[in-house]
């Protein structure tokens, strides 16, 4: 039977090979000031998806900054990362004078409407300040959910 080397391959040297292991160890744990590694999911409508670690940090979205403390990642941080790293097919925001944050309106084609309204949860907490004021830190699990709007009281 021949060897590995009869059909062509090219010996390993220790330098290649100590090149191939340096390449393959994990990536560091931020990526720059700020950034942190999470995971981002999006349930809810048609469309389901999970990916791996997001890079993500403070950010400017849509001409506004968007960082908890004026410094951390946020869930929409991680989520519009997340469609820049894996192409979760579109996010689409607006900015919301009222509450001087984003409001998710639209993920792979999902859109929030009058009777169903984009969430963010963090380890499976729905978070309950906006999505560019709620600090996020490495490890944390993000889940972003088309539900059903809560109506607003009739005043």
Same mark, same amino acid.
């Given at each position: 039977m021949p060897s590995v080397? %009869?059909? #062509?391959?090219?010996p390993a040297t220790a330098a290649g090979l100590a090149l191939a292991l340096a390449l393959a160890t994990a990536p560091p744990a931020t990526a720059a000031p700020g950034d942190v590694r999470v995971r981002v999911g999006v349930t809810g409508g048609p469309y389901t998806a999970g990916v791996g670690l997001v890079v993500t940090g403070p950010r400017t979205i849509d #001409?506004?900054?968007? %960082?908890?403390? #004026? =410094? =951390? %990642? =946020?869930?929409l941080t991680a989520l519009v990362d997340a469609d820049d790293q894996y192409g979760l097919g579109g996010v689409r925001t607006r900015w919301d004078a009222t509450t001087q944050d984003f409001v998710v309106t639209e993920i792979h084609g999902d859109a929030a409407d009058a009777t169903k309204k984009w969430n963010a949860y963090?380890?499976?907490?729905?978070?309950t300040t906006a999505p560019c004021h709620t600090?996020?830190?490495? #490890?944390?699990?993000?889940r972003w959910t088309l539900e059903a709007a809560t109506p607003t009281p009739a005043t």
């Amino acid at each position: 039977m021949p060897s590995v080397l %009869a059909r #062509g391959a090219a010996p390993a040297t220790a330098a290649g090979l100590a090149l191939a292991l340096a390449l393959a160890t994990a990536p560091p744990a931020t990526a720059a000031p700020g950034d942190v590694r999470v995971r981002v999911g999006v349930t809810g409508g048609p469309y389901t998806a999970g990916v791996g670690l997001v890079v993500t940090g403070p950010r400017t979205i849509d #001409g506004f900054y968007c %960082a908890a403390n #004026g =410094t =951390t %990642a =946020t869930p929409l941080t991680a989520l519009v990362d997340a469609d820049d790293q894996y192409g979760l097919g579109g996010v689409r925001t607006r900015w919301d004078a009222t509450t001087q944050d984003f409001v998710v309106t639209e993920i792979h084609g999902d859109a929030a409407d009058a009777t169903k309204k984009w969430n963010a949860y963090v380890n499976e907490k729905k978070i309950t300040t906006a999505p560019c004021h709620t600090p996020i830190k490495g #490890g944390d699990k993000i889940r972003w959910t088309l539900e059903a709007a809560t109506p607003t009281p009739a005043t």
